[in-house]
């Protein structure tokens, strides 16, 4: 069996198991406090992070604590011996959440067994060759994005607590059997397309709802407002916490393939939304919810994603928080509008077909902050062009795939 398919079949989520490496043994590199272990199941590691400085750095572990490092090793060790990604523990505080609390701490511990776990993992994927891409080839800012323990959890202001928030990302063999379910690794060709077929799944999930109503009044739905694991968000299809939740879902996938992925807020809309940001890729998700907003359900998955240059010059180079009548506000959305009109969905042509009273009207309250009448009036002949005057409206099939959504709560 080929080292790919032994890790396809390996991919578990499996409690770490406490295994110590090998006695350590003090080398001494030029400014880095790094101890390597004498473990010859380690020693291609150890080569790699010795010829590759750019890699080393960005782990940080030259800084880290002595704990952190020593887990670092037990996990790539175990790893390596099981062919298994390494895995943790659900923190200890997970169980004891309630309903509306968005955010949990973890200990100093718990943080620490996250970070050399997916330090690890990256270092454990990445030598096994089962991706198309090589870490080695990664400039030293992408590095330092795949690697940053902000993707998973923040210091908070309290003095020696950790927090996570809006989904618990803890383990990378749960990740990474999450990734595989979703995108094949034998399928992969390159980062920007993977990350396109990631986007084509997660069009099938939808926006948390703790309680909608009919249009008798009769509340219903009942989605969870307790953090999700990846698994659970995996499993239910819903991003509870809209946004917030499926920006940083869609980076897990991404880091678990290890391509470079970080999550930002504060940009689109000018208010509190959360971003996924893709830079070695050039590619943005503008807005979490975008994956499954009603009115893009149409436009393919290739399109929906919008351009990091553009992000980079003309919204992220401003203040965050610029309010919702801001330039960037306005800048962070236009993408977004583009695709509504070029790709006009079931739910907008169903409104504009049922709308009795200005059909014109209702588009111009909605688009006329980014288009002109010109643009309105080839978007109401495109409407009744699709529709055949309103007679036929057409199912979304974004890519082509005939697939079918189910992005609201029904009875």
Known sequence: MNTKNKIKS??????????????????????????????PVLKPYIKALKENTNILQATQLCTAAPSLQQLFWDKLKLAEETNAAPSNTVPASFNDLAPKEYFMDITVTEAEQIQAAYLAHALWIDQNGVLPWKLADYQPEELNTLFNPKNRFWRSPEKEKY?????????????LSIAQKTVDINLLTDQKSTIINFVKKLRHFRHGNPGAKNSEGKVYCFDSEMIPTLEEMDKEK???????????????????????????????????????????????????????EHYLLNTPSEKLLDNYQFWEEEILAHPAYSGLDSEVAHQSRVHEMNNIITYPSNLLMKSYCQNKVDKKAALENYFGEYFDGAKLDLLEQKIMEVTQNCTVIPKDDPDGTGESYNHICTL
């Open 163 to 175: 927090q996570i928030g809006y989904l618990l990302d803890h383990s990378p063999a749960i990740a």
């Open 10 to 39: 390996l991919i578990a989520a499996a409690v770490f198991s406490g295994c110590t490496a090998a006695p350590l043994e003090e080398q001494v590199i030029e400014n880095c406090a790094l101890t390597f272990p004498s473990d």
């Open 238 to 292: 819903i991003s509870r916490f809209g946004c917030k939740s499926m920006a940083s879902y869609a980076c897990s996938l991404a880091t678990a393939y290890n391509i470079p992925c970080e999550t930002t807020e504060g940009y689109y809309d000018g208010v509190g939304h959360r971003t996924a940001l893709l830079k070695s890729t050039e590619q943005v998700l503008a807005h979490g919810d975008n994956a499954y």
